[in-house]
């Protein structure tokens, strides 16, 4: 049987990123064994930017080891999150942010099948949510093996439309299929994002990886061809070397932490609210 964990990025019980899991998990083939978890509900206190889960553990003692846990524990893993102001609900960044943990976890994560939905109210009110909930996903080294956006406010709405229960039928034959994702066209060469910053002229910036290219028109489409960024943490060797990379600028940060506190004193004080 195979065990599946439902990520809800939602407050809302029963609401339609709950129903959309639960659809998509029963439409799996096979018997599935699914549990969830609502992130809100936990406690997953802020970062410290201590980097001391690095080399130990982590100082606070909250939900996130338990929740890292059950995403490690999981055979896939199915996200869902509402739409907050053209983004995805906070409560997926704030697990990400302890991310330097997911180091010490590289290769029970990576490759990890996990489909990915964000729910907007709003036709093109989605904004930049799907990256938010895709870049969830990849950031603990797991394979996006289908994401989609399905518009519905009311609760209940994402199950009686026709696009959710494509959605749900979709990402559901995606979710444990052999191979890699068909990538879009276009899309990021190197990863298959399809999330760009335009950086001046014909110069494109991957959001996802931090790969740089060049679009060009081709018939009545475009073409996109991206390089290998300088440093990524995208696959396990790319997040190997950056863990790597991290320790180092640790021990660096040792080795010139008088220095660089004399530059930081002068700037002392200020006022807080």
């Not at 639960?22 to 509900?41: D, F, W, Y």
């Not at 943490?233 to 640790?250: T, V």
């Given at each position: 049987?195979k065990?599946?964990?439902?990520?809800?990025g939602?407050?809302?019980?029963?609401?339609?990123?709950?129903?959309?899991?639960?659809?998509?998990?029963?439409?799996?083939?096979?018997?599935?064994e699914?549990?969830m978890?609502?992130?809100?509900?936990k406690?997953?206190?802020?970062?410290?930017?201590?980097?001391?889960?690095?080399?130990?553990?982590?100082?606070h003692?909250?939900?996130f080891?338990?929740?890292?846990?059950?995403?490690?524990?999981?055979?896939?893993?199915?996200?869902?999150a509402?739409v907050?102001?053209l983004?995805?609900?906070?409560?997926?960044?704030?697990?990400?942010d302890?991310?330097?943990?997911?180091?010490?976890?590289?290769?029970?994560?990576?490759?990890?099948?996990?489909?990915g939905?964000a729910?907007a109210?709003?036709?093109?009110?989605?904004?930049?949510?799907?990256?938010?909930v895709?870049?969830?996903?990849?950031?603990m080294?797991?394979?996006?093996?289908?994401?989609?956006?399905?518009?519905?406010?009311?609760?209940g709405?994402?199950?009686?439309s026709?696009?959710?229960?494509?959605?749900?039928?979709?990402?559901a034959?995606?979710?444990?299929?052999?191979?890699?994702?068909?990538?879009?066209?276009?899309?990021?060469?190197?990863?298959?994002g399809?999330?760009?910053?335009?950086?001046?002229?014909?110069r494109?910036?991957?959001?996802?990886?931090?790969?740089?290219g060049?679009?060009?028109?081709?018939?009545?489409?475009?073409?996109?061809?991206?390089?290998?960024?300088?440093?990524?943490?995208?696959?396990?060797?790319s997040?190997?070397?950056?863990?790597?990379?991290?320790?180092?600028?640790?021990?660096k940060?040792?080795?010139?932490?008088?220095?660089?506190?004399?530059?930081?004193?002068?700037?002392?004080?200020g006022?807080?609210?």
């Amino acid at each position: 049987m195979k065990r599946v964990l439902g990520i809800l990025g939602s407050p809302r019980r029963m609401g339609n990123c709950e129903l959309i899991v639960k659809e998509i998990s029963a439409r799996l083939p096979g018997p599935v064994e699914l549990s969830m978890v609502r992130l809100v509900e936990k406690d997953i206190r802020p970062c410290k930017a201590c980097y001391r889960c690095l080399t130990g553990d982590c100082p606070h003692q909250d939900d996130f080891g338990a929740v890292l846990d059950a995403i490690v524990a999981a055979d896939g893993v199915i996200v869902a999150a509402p739409v907050y102001l053209l983004g995805a609900h906070s409560s997926l960044q704030r697990f990400l942010d302890r991310g330097l943990q997911f180091f010490r976890r590289i290769e029970a994560l990576s490759g990890k099948p996990a489909v990915g939905v964000a729910l907007a109210g709003v036709k093109d009110g989605e904004g930049a949510s799907l990256l938010g909930v895709e870049n969830f996903i990849r950031g603990m080294g797991m394979e996006v093996k289908g994401r989609s956006v399905i518009h519905a406010a009311l609760p209940g709405e994402a199950l009686l439309s026709e696009e959710g229960k494509d959605a749900a039928g979709r990402l559901a034959s995606a979710f444990f299929a052999k191979g890699a994702r068909p990538a879009e066209n276009p899309s990021c060469t190197q990863c298959g994002g399809t999330y760009f910053e335009f950086r001046g002229g014909n110069r494109v910036y991957c959001l996802l990886c931090g790969a740089r290219g060049i679009v060009s028109s081709e018939g009545d489409g475009v073409r996109l061809a991206t390089t290998a960024p300088a440093h990524s943490w995208r696959g396990p060797e790319s997040r190997k070397m950056h863990g790597e990379w991290l320790i180092g600028m640790k021990e660096k940060y040792r080795r010139d932490r008088d220095r660089l506190k004399s530059i930081a004193q002068s700037y002392a004080g200020g006022t807080f609210i």
